[in-house]
């Protein structure tokens, strides 16, 4: 039937959604996995409150024994596995959700808090993309953007929100009028993105030009190469999530706000598995390709180091 990986929360038994909380009771077997983090409280104060037997799911039954979570969901079954913070925040919880599809188990997402959003408590701020207006065309997304492409990371952009803005030629004839709100889409930031790509090596070309400095800097990212990912309405029925190029995402239809965009650095094998299901189909992003390319870099990792063991093992017994 549908295995439930459900979001705690960063607290106790009491940060569980409503929505958690129904499909908990709903599931005829609860586990907690108890692996990749840890809640301050004890499971018996869980069980008190879910009013459900829960089973402790340690390192070794997640790694070695995960079968027997999700295959109690064929048929008509309903489990729910319990993860403290949000399901997704994890490499072990996004393995297993593999393994549950590719036995035709449905799974089904339930969010919750987590320490990616809760950080931003400490001050510290995430890349957001504003509005491009005729006079004004900011790009100081571009460099965070560009500091972390050539660190191999990704990046999360936050999309601009517009609400309650002042029409100002309306305030001009002394009447106090608001604009209608407007939320960006994947496919404005997209666009934006490409623009400002341009915009800042048209910049780069006209220092070069007037310097004597000849030093490359590549760009941030190739709009017909780069794999940017769209997400919509996250958490929501309705949520899309769609990958493929900056070009690609132009054209694509997201439907309702909100979106937000991810400008993905360096991709692991298991992370480009997950993506292929929202791959733009006929897209100039071969995922499988770049899979293959990561796949024999690894194992040409493993033989350096196989040759490398060889050799101290030689050195320290001649």
Known sequence: MVLYIIGLGLGDEKDITLRGLEAIQSSDQVFLEAYTSVLRVDKSRLEALYKKDITIAD???????AEQIYRPAQGDGAVSLLVVGDPVCATTHTDLILRAREEGIRVELIHNASIMGAAGCCGLQTVSIPYFSENW?????????????????????LLDIKVKEPDF???AKG??????????????AAEQLIEAVEMEEAKKAKKKKNSSNSMSIMPAYDAQSTLCVGLARL????????????EELTT??????LHSFIVCGDTHELELEVLKEYLVPGSKYKIDEHATALTEEDQSDDDD??????????????
């Open 59 to 65: 390192r070794n039954f997640v790694e070695c024994e």
């Open 175 to 188: 009447r106090t009028v608001f604009l209608p709100p407007r939320y960006m889409s994947v496919n404005v």
């Open 252 to 257: 694509q239809d997201f439907g309702e706000p």
């Open 305 to 318: 180091d196989d040759e490398n063991s060889a050799e101290d093992v030689a050195a320290a017994t001649s």
């Open 235 to 246: 958490g929501q029925p309705d949520q899309i999530i769609i990958a493929g190029t900056l």
């Open 169 to 171: 030629e309306a305030m």
């Open 137 to 157: 065309r900011p790009t100081s997304f571009y460099s965070k953007i560009h500091y972390n492409r050539m660190g191999g990371m990704h990046t999360l952009c």
